[in-house]
T-cell receptor, first 113, second 114 residues
Framework: GDSVTQMEGPVTLSEEAFLTINCTYT??????LFWYVQYPGEGLQLLLK?????DKGSNKGFEATYRKETTSFHLEKGSVQVSDSAVYFC????????????FGTGTQLKVEL | DTAVSQTPKYLVTQMGNDKSIKCEQN?????MYWYKQDSKKFLKIMFS???????INETVPNRFSPKSPDKAHLNLHINSLELGDSAVYFC?????????????FGQGTRLTVV
């Protein structure tokens, strides 16, 4: 079945540092890929998405590129802020996976001054 | 103008009780979901409804019963609550069950069984 593997956290960075959170997937067919963010005490919000190979999703300075050859969708940001502290979830949506979002385990990011 | 709203936000109850969590979406979406988030933040789908019909039912105990009176509502009823049911439950909706559409999530209901 479909699965998503994310790097384990927590990840602790200083403000203005470069962020990479790795995400790889296994899926049947051609899934859509998403990054969701969960701020403390809140629900999940879509951060960005990509629906086909080589698409780049971007939002709020975050980027991720759909790499079919490496089955990856790594999240990057050039300069993190304290307000980026949250849990980040990589997810995929495939019809072969039962028409549902399959999530990775989440990566907690803490940004310090 | 909350898109997906859940009530209550917090629920503390004793083992053996029966409780319900309500969910409503005002986005006009056809599909709604319930997800469970455990203490390690892992998210797993429980149920999915499309236009009031059940389309996904993961391996969930029979004590959990979703009910969709119309396509804007998907409530979750839990019988005979157990300690292991303690978690955060998220309702979500999307325009369709298949495809590339974004799912919108509610704020979550933190259920604590004591």
């Amino acid at each position: 079945g479909d699965s998503v593997t994310q790097m384990e956290g927590p990840v602790t960075l200083s403000e203005e540092a470069f962020l990479t959170i790795n995400c790889t997937y296994t899926a049947t067919g051609y899934p859509s890929l998403f990054w969701y963010v969960q701020y403390p005490g809140e629900g999940l919000q879509l951060l960005l998405k990509a629906t086909k190979a080589d698409d780049k999703g971007s939002n709020k300075g975050f980027e991720a590129t759909y790499r079919k050859e490496t089955t990856s969708f790594h999240l990057e940001k050039g300069s993190v802020q304290v307000s980026d502290s949250a849990v980040y979830f990589c997810a995929l949506w495939s019809t072969g996976g039962g028409n549902k979002l399959t999530f990775g385990t989440g990566t907690q990011l803490k940004v310090e001054l | 103008d909350t898109a997906v709203s859940q009530t209550p936000k917090y629920l503390v109850t004793q083992m053996g009780n029966d409780k319900s969590i309500k969910c409503e979406q005002n986005l006009g979406h056809d599909t709604m979901y319930w997800y469970k988030q455990d203490s390690k933040k892992f998210l797993k789908i429980m149920f999915s409804y499309n236009n009031k019909e059940l389309i996904i039912n993961e391996t969930v105990p029979n004590r959990f019963s979703p009910k969709s009176p119309d396509k804007a509502h998907l409530n979750l009823h839990i019988n005979s609550l157990e300690l292991g049911d303690s978690a955060v439950y998220f309702c979500a909706s999307s325009p369709a069950p298949q495809g590339k559409a974004e799912a919108f999530f509610g704020q979550g209901t933190r259920l604590t069984v004591v």
